[in-house]
């Protein structure tokens, strides 16, 4: 195995150069011995009942393997941890919060977890469901079809409603993250993986994993207040499912940089390039209505993206209604049947108090001197991980990086500068189909069209179809859609079609009381 020096990514032996910066990779050596030491435990038996088959895959705390139930012959995916992760108790504390955490919601999106375990030397084991399937990240890399994404999709958001109705925030999502499998009837089934780094509300306290000004996740799915350590809920999980979205429809993340810091700092200052310009640029066409769901998503301002997954998912489904017609596939009919056994929560507990969003400029300025001053201390993980791996639940969980950023709420010289309004985007469509647009003026195209307005300032348009009367309409972006129906104008009946004229009739005349004026 190689890897790339200046990222840490790690390619197969026959890859030359780095994908990501060009570098030209080298051999692995830690990975090398890592994979010999893996090669040794193939065939052993794993708490007297596990037999580990071959290795499918390695994280930064943990390895998976394909592992038999010596008694009862049932497959199953393993995940150890690290010998040299046992002296890191938070790790391991961690490494038993996945099992709780995942085994807890019971959803078909998730995975099922069914056995863990301690052995005689103090390694832990995780016993999952054994998968079969891909990862979707690799499946992105084939560009899947529109229907096919939307059934993925749709399905995932329901397995994080679930985890959200039980008080667990993901906090690491990315499509290395859902395992697409295939039932016996033919049937694409989602799994989430992969809940090390997840917050658990409710625990009275007994476990403080996380602190503010921690950082957890991966860049490039990162959520603004994620990204600066502060606290954070389930809207965190919604914005890195509109990364995801944004990824498989338009073929590329909304932001790139050379650096863990560069990417988060996008995040937080620059607003994305939207999905339909992307899509052009990348030979793809997107959706109609799909721009005004993403972009909700994509939100600096937790408050201004969709307030639940279910949300997100009820949008999802319109946008795809409106794709393929008025009939929805029976996967889909189903979900949407049971989503009321998880229901949405509508603000989940928070893990700290949370911080003035208003200091977000200044914090990165903190966290990027920070960074700087301490060098080396954040490890960028890259688009693939540091692992490479494929498989169920491949990616280990992340060793927390730390970050404390310089300024802080309440300092008295601390600048404050003015909270921007949040701008989202609104599908206008008409009925008839194709009216025209306008506002101050200016024609902004043909409906249905996507316009950007700033939240809770009502923004007017004009609405114009030839044959029909124009007619304005307010919009403030409460609602992610509105539709406008027209009223046909009257006819105007031509002048031939007149009638003609009407023959002035004799005045008559009586003599007035004076007998010198007529009355007409």
Not at 54 to 79: F, Q, S, W
Not at 404 to 413: E, I, L, N, R, Y
């Amino acid at each position: 195995m190689k890897s790339c020096p200046a990222c840490n990514t790690r390619y197969a032996d026959a890859v030359s150069f780095c994908a990501k910066d060009g570098t030209a990779v080298i051999i692995d050596q830690v990975a090398a011995a890592q994979s010999a030491a893996a090669s040794e435990q193939v065939g052993q038996v794993i708490g007297d009942r596990y037999r580990l088959i071959t290795k499918l895959g390695e994280g930064g705390m943990g390895e998976v393997y394909e592992a038999e139930h010596i008694h009862i012959e049932k497959r199953v995916a393993l995940k150890l941890l690290r010998a040299e992760i046992l002296g890191n108790q938070e790790a391991v504390t961690r490494f038993r919060q996945e099992a709780r955490s995942a085994s807890s919601i019971g959803h078909e999106n998730i995975i099922r977890i069914d056995d863990f375990g301690t052995l005689s030397d103090g390694r832990v084991y995780l016993a999952m469901e054994f998968l079969s399937g891909q990862p979707l990240d690799k499946l992105i890399e084939a560009q899947l079809s529109v229907p096919r994404a939307f059934g993925i999709l749709i399905q995932a958001c329901r397995g994080l409603a679930a985890a959200h109705a039980k008080g667990i925030i993901h906090r690491d999502m990315k499509p290395e993250n859902i395992f697409v499998t295939v039932t016996s009837d033919g049937r694409e089934v989602p799994k989430i993986l992969d809940f090390g780094i997840a917050k658990v509300s409710g625990d009275g306290g007994s476990q403080h994993l996380t602190r503010t000004g921690t950082i957890f996740g991966t860049p490039f799915y990162m959520s603004p207040e994620q990204a600066l350590g502060q606290a954070i809920d389930h809207r965190a999980d919604i914005y890195a499912m509109g990364v995801i979205l944004y990824e498989i429809f338009t073929g590329s993340v909304p932001f790139r940089g050379e650096s863990f810091m560069g990417v988060l700092s996008q995040h937080l200052t620059v607003p994305p390039i939207p999905p339909s310009q992307m899509a052009v640029a990348k030979g793809r066409e997107l959706p109609t209505g799909l721009e005004a769901v993403i972009l909700r998503t994509l939100n600096k301002d937790p408050e201004a993206r969709y307030p639940t997954m279910n949300a997100l998912a009820e949008a999802l489904t319109e946008v795809y209604r409106r794709c393929v017609g008025p009939g929805m596939t029976a996967s889909m009919a189903a979900q949407s049947a049971s989503r009321s056994q998880f229901e949405d929560v509508a603000s989940l507990p928070p893990e700290e108090p949370a911080q003035d969003r208003s200091v977000w400029l200044w914090a990165v300025v903190a966290v990027a001197l920070f960074a700087g001053a301490i060098g080396g201390v954040f490890a960028l993980r890259g688009r693939s991980g540091d692992d490479g791996a494929v498989g169920p639940s491949a990616s280990g969980s992340l060793v927390p990086v730390v970050a404390h950023p310089v300024a802080t709420k309440g300092s008295v010289d601390e600048p404050k500068p003015a909270k921007q309004a949040a701008t989202v985007a609104v599908l206008i469509e008409s009925h008839p189909a194709h009216a025209e647009v306008f506002r101050a003026g200016e024609r902004l195209g043909k409906a249905a069209l996507n316009v950007q307005v700033t939240l809770g300032e009502p923004t007017r348009l004009t609405m114009r179809l030839p044959g029909y009367r124009e007619q304005l309409v307010e919009v403030d972006g409460r609602d992610d859609k509105v539709t406008v129906t027209l009223e046909k104008a009257p006819s105007v009946r031509p002048a031939s079609a007149l009638s003609p004229p009407r023959a002035k009739r004799p005045r008559k005349t009586m003599p007035s009381r004076s007998g010198d004026d007529e009355l007409e």
